[in-house]
C-alpha cells in the first residue's frame, strides 16, 4: 500500500477501493487514490469521516450513478458546518464541474457552488482546502459567469460578496490564474452586486455586513489597478465575529496562507490596534498567526520588523512552511500611511465590539484605572456566543493578601448592547473604573483557591456538558 502512493497506476484503482474499506487501511488507501481517481478518494474519505452519517443519501446516489439523484442530494445538504466541513471531498465525489457543465444554470446548484467553494477558502483549523480542488478555477469561473441566474436575496449577495472576498485577499488567489482573470472576476462580481444600504442596519446583521464590506474586494488604487506593495484587509463572514482576521497582503499576495497555512492572520486587536506592526529603529519579532491548535502543536509564523532609514524591513522569518522567505523592503511613508489607515478604520466593527476595542485603549492609555485596585487587564472582546455583549476579564493580583494566602484571580465584566453608542459605552465604563472596585461588580472566574475563599469568592459552576 505505501508503494502504491507513489507508484500506483489506473489498474490498481479496484483494488484500493476495496481495500480501503477495511480498517486500518482507508488513509492508505486514500493517499494511494488522489493521484489516480479523485472521486473515489473522495469517496472513501467521506465514508470513513462522515460519523452522523449526513451525507450517506449522497454518497450511496454517487454510487449509483443516477446524476439527478446526486444533484438531489446535494442540494439537500444543510448549509451547516457539521455537513460542509468536508467541502472538498463533497465536490470532487459528487463531480462538481461537471454537474455544472451540464446544468449551468441551476440555481441551486450554483448557490451550492458559492458555499463550497467559500468553506474550501476557510483556513481557520488546516491549509485550505481550496488550493487541493483542482478544478477550482473552471468551477470559479463557472459560478461568476452565471451567478446572475441566482434570486437576489439577501443570502445570496452575501454569499457573492463572500466568495469575492475570497478572489480578493484569501487562499483563493494563491491558484493558478492567468494573467488578469482574478480580476475580471472581481469585476464581473463588482457590476452583478447591488449598491450597499448609505446608513447601518442595526435590526439586521447580514445587511448591515454587506453595507459595510460591499467596497472591500473591489477597491482598486491610484497606481492602474495594481496593489499596494503592502496592504491590510480586515475580513470577517456575515455571522463570524469571532472569525475576524487580518490579512496582510504583499504584491496583492495574502501572506499567512501562502508562508503558513494552519490557521487565519490574528484579529486587528492583536496586530493593529496594539502597534505591534509599527516599525521603529528597535526591531520587533511579530507573531502573525498561530496554529488552530496552538503554537506548541504545530507551530506560528513570526516576523521581525523594523525601520532602516527610508525603509521598513520584514524580515527574520520563523515558523514558515517551505523555503525561507525572502526579506520584504517597503517605502516607509507608504507603509506608515497603510498602517495610519488601518489604525484609523472601524468600519468592520459592530457596537459590541467597538466598544471592546475602545475600552482596550483606554485601558492602554490610563493603565492607572485598573492599577488602583491590584488589576490588570487581560482579554477585552466580544461573546463568542452573544457578539452583542461587551466582555472585559481582568487578573486581580492583591497587593496585601489575606495572610498564608498568595496567587491571582480573575474577574470578567459583562456590558450587554443596550443600544447606547460604543464612545458612549466606552466612556461610561472607564468612568466607572475610576471610582468603583471591579471586585463589587464583576463576576468571578476563578483563580487561586487560597486567596477567593479568604475572600468569599465562590468557584464559578461548571460549564454545562453538551
Not at 472521486?39 to 454517487?62: C, K, N, W
Not at 463588482?190 to 442596519?201: C, G, I, K, T
Request: glycine content about 8%; charged content about 25%; some cysteine.
Amino acid at each position: 500500500m505505501a508503494l502504491l502512493i507513489r507508484l500506483g497506476e489506473p489498474e490498481d484503482v479496484p483494488w484500493l477501493k476495496a481495500l480501503g474499506m477495511l480498517r486500518g487501511l482507508a488513509d492508505s488507501a486514500i493517499a494511494a487514490l488522489d493521484p489516480l481517481d479523485r472521486q473515489a478518494a473522495a469517496l472513501l474519505v467521506i465514508r470513513g469521516r462522515d460519523r452522523s452519517e449526513r451525507l450517506t443519501p449522497l454518497t450511496e446516489a454517487i454510487t449509483s450513478g443516477d446524476t439527478e439523484a446526486v444533484r438531489s442530494a446535494l442540494l439537500s445538504l444543510p448549509d451547516e458546518p457539521q455537513a460542509m466541513w468536508l467541502a472538498r471531498r463533497i465536490a470532487e465525489a459528487a463531480d462538481l464541474r461537471g454537474l455544472l457543465r451540464a446544468r449551468p444554470q441551476d440555481a441551486g446548484l450554483l448557490a451550492l457552488t458559492g458555499r463550497l467553494l467559500h468553506r474550501m477558502a476557510d483556513r481557520s483549523d488546516s491549509r485550505a482546502d481550496v488550493l487541493d480542488y483542482r478544478p477550482a478555477r473552471s468551477v470559479y469561473e463557472a459560478l461568476v459567469r452565471h451567478a446572475d441566474r441566482l434570486p437576489p436575496t439577501p443570502e445570496h449577495r452575501s454569499l457573492l460578496l463572500s466568495v469575492a472576498l475570497d478572489l480578493h485577499s484569501g487562499p483563493a488567489v494563491l491558484l493558478n490564474w492567468r494573467p488578469g482573470r482574478r480580476r475580471a472576476l472581481l469585476d464581473a462580481l463588482d457590476r452583478l452586486l447591488p449598491a450597499a444600504a448609505p446608513e447601518p442596519v442595526p435590526a439586521d446583521r447580514r445587511a448591515d455586513w454587506f453595507r459595510r464590506n460591499r467596497h472591500l474586494p473591489f477597491a482598486r488604487t491610484e497606481q492602474a489597478g495594481d496593489p499596494p506593495r503592502w496592504e491590510l484587509v480586515v475580513v470577517h463572514g456575515p455571522e463570524d465575529d469571532d472569525g475576524i482576521e487580518t490579512r496582510i497582503l504583499i504584491d496583492g499576495i495574502p501572506l499567512v496562507p501562502a508562508l503558513f497555512g494552519k490557521g487565519r492572520g490574528h484579529p486587528p486587536e492583536y496586530l493593529v490596534d496594539s502597534g505591534r506592526l509599527r516599525a521603529t529603529a528597535e526591531p520587533r519579532e511579530v507573531q502573525l498567526c498561530e496554529a488552530y491548535c496552538t503554537e506548541g502543536c504545530c507551530g506560528a509564523l513570526y516576523v521581525t520588523i523594523r525601520r532602516d532609514g527610508d525603509e521598513v524591513v520584514w524580515d527574520g522569518w520563523r515558523g514558515a512552511v517551505g523555503p525561507p522567505p525572502p526579506a520584504y523592503r517597503f517605502a516607509a511613508a507608504a507603509y506608515d500611511a497603510e498602517l495610519a489607515r488601518a489604525e484609523q478604520d472601524h468600519s468592520w466593527c459592530r457596537p459590541a465590539r467597538s466598544t471592546a476595542r475602545l475600552i482596550a485603549a483606554g485601558l492602554r492609555d490610563r493603565p492607572e484605572l485598573t492599577a488602583r485596585w491590584d488589576m490588570t487587564p487581560g482579554w477585552i472582546g466580544t461573546d463568542r456566543s452573544d457578539t452583542d455583549t461587551t466582555v472585559v476579564r481582568l487578573r486581580y493580583t492583591p497587593s496585601a493578601p489575606p495572610p498564608g494566602t498568595g496567587g491571582s484571580l480573575y474577574f470578567e465584566w459583562r456590558l450587554p448592547d443596550e443600544d447606547v453608542p460604543p464612545r458612549a459605552r466606552a466612556d461610561a465604563a472607564l468612568r466607572r473604573l475610576e471610582t468603583q472596585d471591579p471586585n463589587t461588580f464583576a463576576s468571578f472566574g476563578g483563580g487561586n483557591a487560597q486567596p477567593a475563599e479568604a475572600l468569599g469568592h465562590r468557584p464559578p459552576p461548571p460549564a454545562p456538558r453538551a
